[in-house]
């Protein structure tokens, strides 16, 4: 019984290093999501004020819309760059979070899996249903979070692959509309 109890205590500890570990990880990419947003904010803002003042100058609608043109496109980049550049940051705190765990569950999975045994050698005739009742939930609970995680995993690839393909897209459009305007 003391062996369960240490093997249990232990479990939990792992645990608690885990999830501080995530809080540390998520704590990094909160920073870095406000770096970005500062940086992109404080980039917007010369642009626009660079922008206006263009704008301002512009003696014939030709020159405002010249400028209104010519503002779009960059403009267009640095969103669709910021929206790339937060989207590596979720992908990555996602990643970094999820493998601590994926490691203390295989870990107590094999723990639980060992005193599940250590029971069964010493339990009363019988009990072999309730036993095997445990491994069949122990398995069904396994093989579950391992769709889960598959389904999460193809979720994240399949929201890769649509920004790679908004980036070619957008920037196959901005060529197009260029080469219209003769930019």
Do not use: C
């Not at 704590?27 to 301002?56: I, K, P, Q």
């Amino acid at each position: 019984m003391t062996t369960s109890v240490e093997t249990l205590s232990a479990t939990n500890r792992g645990l608690f290093e885990t999830s501080l570990d995530v809080a540390r990880t998520l704590f990094d990419s909160v920073e870095r999501l406000t770096a970005l947003n500062l940086n992109t904010a404080r980039s917007f803002f010369s642009d626009a004020t660079g922008a206006v003042r263009a704008a301002l100058a512009a003696r014939s609608p030709q020159e405002f819309i010249a400028v209104q043109t010519s503002i779009a496109r960059p403009a267009a980049d640095k969103v669709l760059g910021y929206y790339r550049s937060a989207y590596e940051i979720a992908a990555q705190t996602l990643e970094e979070a999820m493998k601590p765990f994926e490691i203390q569950l295989s870990a107590a999975h094999r723990s639980f899996g060992q005193a599940l045994e250590n029971a069964a050698k010493s339990a009363p005739a019988g009990s072999e249903v309730a036993l095997a009742a445990v491994r069949s939930a122990l398995a069904t609970a396994s093989s579950a979070y391992g769709q889960v995680n598959k389904a999460a995993r193809q979720a994240v690839e399949m929201a890769e692959a649509n920004v790679a393909n908004a980036t070619a897209a957008t920037a196959a459009i901005g060529a197009a509309a260029n080469r219209k305007s003769g930019i």
